[in-house]
């Protein structure tokens, strides 16, 4: 069950987050369709956010020698109207490709030079093994993205035509975003295997279509309500604590979202930075910050994957 938020959000600022142009005079209908903003099930606490960032930098990156990594570098940033329109778009796909398309899929890669990204791919569900599979259209066909396996084969051939895969450059075709993923593998994962051996390593992050919709217009709403002028999504690594009640998630690597102005990552309504929440970059500060989901913006709590199996 979605949560309800405590403060609403009134007609004229929902009219602006969708239509610039229109304006308001029926402050009584203004007043029944202020309780239409909810917030999001997935979003989590500001103090969260900030220990699955810390635990990134403690269980993974310190790990691979990666240890000065600034959070201006961490941050994977999209652009708001691009993340609404590529919805917009995987939505008419799977209509007039007649496509049983589930969600979108958060990618893991690196580029050349070592930096971790993400990319977006839609995903169907994949009965046989029981997971979200990505897929991108090539040349009128149906290519799947198995981001279960550890590396990915180029195709002979191939170019991006249908505007399927997301990366924060633009769209991008399927041997390029097989490339950003096994330089992921082997940058981040086969270092990492060397000292921390596991059942599976997370390679992508899964949300329902419905899921990226509600959160993208949750931000729209918030920013147009407490006057913060994002214009984008931030998106950072985490890892969730070593905890036997997180069953698959335990330890595992995830992705966060949050609203981002100008480059700048916003955590709440406030308007408080990410970096507010840490000491050097990198450790919590102490906080009894965590039932703030009423003002929070971060974003989490998606499938993960692998493991195909129960996830």
Not at 60 to 67: A, S, V
Not at 76 to 96: C, P, S
Not at 239 to 250: G, H
Request: charged fraction near 20%; glycine fraction near 4%; aromatic fraction near 10%.
């Amino acid at each position: 069950m979605k949560k309800k938020m405590m403060s609403l959000l009134s007609l004229g600022l929902m009219c602006i987050a969708f239509f610039p142009s229109c304006n308001v005079h029926d402050h009584d209908t203004e007043e029944q369709l202020s309780s239409l903003l909810e917030i999001p099930e997935k979003i989590i606490s500001n103090s969260k956010a900030a220990t699955l960032f810390t635990k990134d930098q403690q269980t993974r990156l310190t790990q691979i020698g990666k240890t000065t990594i600034s959070l201006d570098e961490k941050a994977i940033h999209f652009d708001i109207i691009v993340l609404q329109k590529y919805v917009e778009h995987i939505e008419a796909i799977a209509v007039t490709k007649n496509l049983p398309i589930t969600g979108v899929s958060f990618v893991f890669g690196a580029t050349q030079h070592g930096k971790r990204t993400v990319f977006l791919m839609p995903s169907t569900r994949n009965v046989t093994l029981d997971y979200q599979e990505s897929f991108t259209i090539e040349n009128d066909e149906f290519v799947t993205f198995k981001h279960i396996e550890d590396y990915i084969s180029l195709k002979n051939h191939s170019a991006n035509d249908q505007n399927l895969v997301l990366s924060t450059d633009g769209f991008i075709s399927f041997n390029e975003a097989a490339t950003l993923f096994n330089q992921y593998q082997s940058q981040y994962i086969e270092p990492y295997k060397i000292k921390v051996t596991k059942e599976y390593y997370t390679k992508a992050v899964w949300y329902s279509l419905e899921e990226i919709k509600q959160y993208l217009t949750y931000v729209r709403q918030q920013s147009n309500k407490h006057k913060l002028a994002i214009t984008g999504i931030s998106v950072f690594f985490g890892v969730y604590d070593a905890n036997p009640e997180l069953e698959l998630k335990s330890n595992a690597q995830t992705v966060f979202l949050t609203g981002n102005t100008q480059h700048a990552s916003i955590i709440n309504c406030k308007g408080k930075l990410l970096k507010e929440y840490l000491q050097n970059d990198f450790i919590p500060k102490n906080s009894n910050s965590n039932g703030d989901t009423d003002e929070s913006l971060a974003f989490n709590m998606g499938h993960l994957s692998p493991p195909p199996k129960n996830n």
